[in-house]
């Protein structure tokens, strides 16, 4: 499915990512089979993905040019307490 | 025994034959990392005030260079940079660019070594940038930073293992708090004395050309991940698979084993789960991210940036105006007079041409200063990629990307700030777009004189003919910025935006006051140069008589050089309908600055700048009379025309000064001569179709 059609809060992976320089992309984070969380709407269409520690921000045009599918098998990887903030 | 890990040849900085951009014998120290990491505040915190920002050789990339003092093994002062954000040695950006041709010596020398930040929270990119300094061969000492943010999360990586599998010195620093800085001062002074090459993946070649580092991406992403594997420190809670592949976010492959783990962020009992709130900047963004929300928040931000240009500023600069032109003009005029010079041309340029320009700098300053400490601020706070989110949308529309809007915000306050807040565009071709699109945002300079205009020609409507100068303002910075991007900007698209988001912190004052303060001074030393020579030049043209039997420095405006280069020029405002030299000598002292306008129109009359709260005055009567006479009846038209004429040419003289600066000379001198050519075209336009009406 489409990021912007995906669920938040659900454990996904990532199956395709079809905007930007490949290896920039990979060099942030996205890399195809790589496991993240929406988590919120960001803006006007665009989506907050969690990634581990990493909270990586797109816009609607990145949105819709990544896939992604349910894994169903993995436990949501939830951030720790912010203790400092 | 020798070290396998020391490059050969002498050691760095004790060369006098190296000499270089750091003075003869200087070491020159490269602080490198990913966007984000912790480089300026570091920078300052060991710099101080003891820096310059000037642009990186043959860019418009600011690279700030400070004076550091190495406590320890031989005190060396060595030169610190501080480079560009970058995600690799694979430039996507002007930025990067920049990094890549500093470490590689390009330009200059390469540097000595290289302070590489390693971001403890989020390791997997900084240590993809490692692997690609490793190949470098520089010697290089890690900081790692944001161990705090980690420690709170339950994660972070252990300085001793991560020494030991890069083999260079590794130090936990905070560059907030300052602590960890007393190692890295022992740490660089090792390695000064002792260089130590960073490992990276075996077999790696020694080529780094961007073709080798694309080719060996996959490697490198084994290599990091394998090295979080053996550093991560991971709590029981967050459990080993989970925290490793977290950790490896954009790494390679998942982990194929348990990985022994180095320490316990956490000491829960067994059996139980800890519950964990929600982190302060995921609750924060749910508010600052909404369209609604969000964009409220954004608009609050962008009008208190606004207010800073303006209400903010204006007392302060009002007061640095008034020392300059009052106590200082008296002390100066009371030397000279001792001296025997007073009452003469000296005086009259000491304190007409030069001081005046002095005091124009001066009162800049604090405005300058201001705006760069509150883009310091948001920046620092993390809000800044935040509001880039927010507003990337409309700003798409023309091409901009989100952060521009700040910058067009404040041009309506001033252009001289909103140029300093370009600084915010990640892209030197969106910079240059934007700043040649600020001098078509109103300032309140302008607005000075469009309600006088408007009160003057169109009594009874003028607060509707202002609303239709700032409604033209908009449309000609839309319509520009459409122009110069499918014309010279067609390079510059939106790109899809995908940024990481840093988490929000309390700004350090004290850090952002020095990083304004050195940014001020570099305002005040290149365009302050500017302003002072091209103030002198304007007093010598009003000071030296062409009619008239007048000494020098004592002629009336008519009868000076100055009167005399406006009569010559009005012919060609003709078309325009406002081709007498009282308007055009109002145009050539706009061009010094805008709130002087009126005061120049009031002196060519010679009479009295009205009172603003006045219905009628001299001046208003004269500048009817001249419209009238110069447009054959159509001075409504001509008035119309001289505003959008006031408008669209080059708003100030301290903003072509800060745009030479930025942008350069070639680059401001050319922007100067189109924004003229534009407003001639759109004035005898707006004249020529008023008559018809």
Same mark, same amino acid.
């Given at each position: 499915m489409r990021l912007t059609e995906a669920p938040f809060g659900v454990p996904l992976r990532l199956t395709a990512v079809g905007v930007g320089d490949p290896l920039r992309m990979r060099e942030l984070g996205l890399r195809v089979g790589c496991a993240l969380e929406v988590t919120q709407r960001a803006g006007f269409g665009g989506r907050v993905l969690a990634l581990g520690p990493t909270r990586i921000a797109l816009d609607h045009v990145s949105c819709a040019a990544l896939d992604v599918e349910p894994d169903a098998g993995r436990p949501s990887p939830r951030l720790c307490a912010e203790v400092s903030a | 025994m020798s070290c396998p890990h020391c490059p050969a040849g002498p050691t760095p900085g004790t060369d006098p034959g190296a000499g270089g951009a750091g003075g003869v014998g200087q070491a020159v120290l490269a602080l490198v990392g990913t966007p984000n990491v912790g480089k300026s505040t570091l920078f300052a915190a060991l710099t101080g005030v003891r820096a310059t920002v000037r642009n990186a050789p043959g860019t418009t990339v600011d690279l700030a260079a400070g004076s550091w003092q190495v406590r320890g093994a031989g005190s060396p002062r060595v030169q610190l940079l501080d480079l560009p954000g970058t995600y690799s040695l694979v430039p996507r950006s002007p930025d990067e660019q920049v990094t890549r041709d500093a470490v590689a010596g390009t330009?200059?020398?390469?540097?000595? =070594?290289i302070v590489l930040l390693v971001d403890a929270h989020e390791p997997a990119r900084s240590l993809y940038l490692a692997a690609h300094v490793a190949r470098t061969g520089l010697p290089v000492v890690v900081a790692l930073t944001l161990a705090d943010v980690a420690r709170s999360r339950g994660a972070g990586i252990d300085p001793a293992a991560l020494e030991a599998v890069l083999q260079v010195p590794v130090v936990e620093l905070n560059p907030r708090t300052g602590s960890g800085v007393p190692a890295l001062h022992r740490a660089v002074g090792l390695v000064l004395t002792r260089p130590r090459t960073l490992v990276g993946p075996a077999g790696a070649e020694a080529d780094w050309s961007p073709e080798a580092l694309t080719t060996s991406a996959d490697a490198i992403f084994d290599w990091v991940h394998a090295v979080i594997e053996a550093t991560a420190i991971l709590d029981a809670e967050s459990g080993v698979e989970s925290g490793v592949e977290s950790a490896t976010?954009?790494?390679?492959?998942? =982990?194929s084993r348990t990985p022994a783990r180095r320490g316990r962020a956490n000491d829960a009992p067994a059996g139980t789960r800890p519950v964990r709130a929600t982190p302060l900047t995921e609750r924060l963004d749910r508010v600052l991210l909404h369209p609604l929300w969000g964009s409220l928040v954004a608009l609050g931000v962008l009008w208190g940036l606004f207010s800073v240009a303006t209400a903010v500023a204006a007392p302060l600069m009002a007061w640095a105006d008034a020392l300059f032109s009052g106590p200082v003009a008296v002390a100066i005029s009371t030397v000279l007079g001792w001296a025997g010079w007073g009452g003469g041309w000296l005086e009259s340029l000491l304190v007409g041409g030069l001081l005046v320009g002095v005091a124009t700098v001066a009162s800049f300053a604090p405005l300058m200063g201001l705006m760069f400490l509150a883009i310091a601020v948001l920046d620092d706070s993390g809000y800044l990629a935040r509001v880039t989110l927010i507003t990337d949308r409309a700003m798409r529309r023309l091409g901009l990307d989100g952060r521009a809007v700040l910058a067009l915000v404040v041009g309506f306050g001033c252009n001289v700030p909103a140029l300093a807040a370009t600084k915010t565009l990640p892209d030197r071709r969106q910079r240059l777009l934007v700043g040649l699109l600020i001098p078509y945002t109103s300032c309140a300079a302008r607005l000075t004189v469009f309600v006088l205009l408007a009160t003057v020609f169109f009594p009874g409507h003028a607060t509707l003919v202002v609303l239709v100068m700032y409604a033209a303002s908009v449309a000609l910075v839309v319509v520009a910025g459409l122009v110069l991007r499918a014309t010279?900007?067609?390079?510059?698209h939106a790109d899809p935006l995908v940024i990481v988001l840093p988490t929000y912190q309390r700004p350090r004052l004290r850090s952002l006051l020095g990083a304004a303060w050195v940014r001020t001074w570099g305002f005040v030393t290149g365009a302050g140069t500017i302003i002072v020579a091209t103030l002198v030049v304007v007093w010598a043209l009003l000071a030296i008589p062409v009619h008239g039997d007048h000494p020098l420095g004592d002629v009336p405006v008519q009868d000076s050089v100055y009167g005399a280069t406006a009569q010559a020029l009005a012919p060609a405002f003709a078309p325009a309908g406002f081709g007498d030299w009282h308007a055009t000598s109002a145009l050539m002292t706009g061009f010094v600055a805008k709130e002087v306008v009126i005061g120049g129109l009031a002196q060519s009359y010679a009479v009295a700048e009205p009172d603003p709260e006045a219905t009628s005055s001299a001046l208003g009567e004269n500048l009817l009379a001249t419209f009238d006479r110069s447009s054959g009846g159509h001075g409504q038209a001509a008035a119309a025309a001289f505003m959008v004429f006031i408008l669209a040419y080059t708003p100030c003289l301290a903003t072509v000064a800060e745009q030479a600066r930025m942008l350069g000379r070639r680059t401001t001198a050319l922007a100067v001569l189109a924004q003229v050519a534009v407003a001639w075209v759109l004035a005898v336009a707006v004249f020529q179709v008023g008559t018809l009406l």
């Open positions: - | 330009h200059r020398r390469p540097p000595d =070594a976010a954009g790494g390679g492959r998942p =982990a010279l900007f067609r390079d510059v």
